[in-house]
């Protein structure tokens, strides 16, 4: 679900960007679920993730900002995402290359060794992907954060309020 917002900060556009800059250096190195992203004194772009952990379901940010009365106004778009696209993208995929291994052992005269290596190896992917899937639905991440995450942040570290 995707939800337009504007914020205003008294902050000027650059020194916003800075501060949001040394911000996420500064968080680099957890390992926790935070917000973190990129961008320029003119769009950022925000998620609330553990950092090399993604799968679509986490809420992202992506905003435009510019000059407005003496500070910055910030708008854009804010969403929640969904896991199910990934895992259904995901063995999808895998499914069809599991399909044609498994025609393989049918057209080709290749040895069993070889037929077991090229259809065992997209069955345990493909299984690693419906187990994944099925664990998401049912059991929900620990912490999937919400886009008001992403919103405190910046009203804590900018002090980005509603317009």
Avoid: C
Wanted: positive net charge; hydrophobic residues 45%; charged residues 25%.
């Amino acid at each position: 679900m995707k939800e337009e917002f504007k914020l205003f900060s008294p902050m000027d556009p650059i020194p916003l960007a800075k501060k949001l800059k040394a911000e996420m250096k500064r968080r680099k190195k957890r390992k926790d679920h935070h917000v973190f992203g990129r961008g320029t004194e003119r769009k950022m772009f925000l998620t609330f993730r553990r950092p090399g952990f993604q799968n679509g379901a986490e809420p992202n940010l992506k905003a435009k900002m510019r000059e407005h009365d003496g500070g910055t106004l910030i708008e854009g778009t804010i969403r929640q995402g969904k896991a199910m696209p990934f895992f259904l993208f995901w063995n999808g995929f895998v499914g069809l290359f599991f399909l044609f291994s498994l025609a393989l052992w049918f057209v080709d005269d290749a040895p069993l060794f070889f037929n077991l290596i090229f259809s065992g190896i997209p069955a345990i992917m493909l299984a690693i992907g419906l187990t994944a899937a099925y664990k998401t639905r049912n059991d929900p991440p620990e912490d999937p954060g919400t886009p008001q995450k992403i919103l405190d942040f910046l009203a804590e570290t900018v002090d980005a309020r509603p317009l």
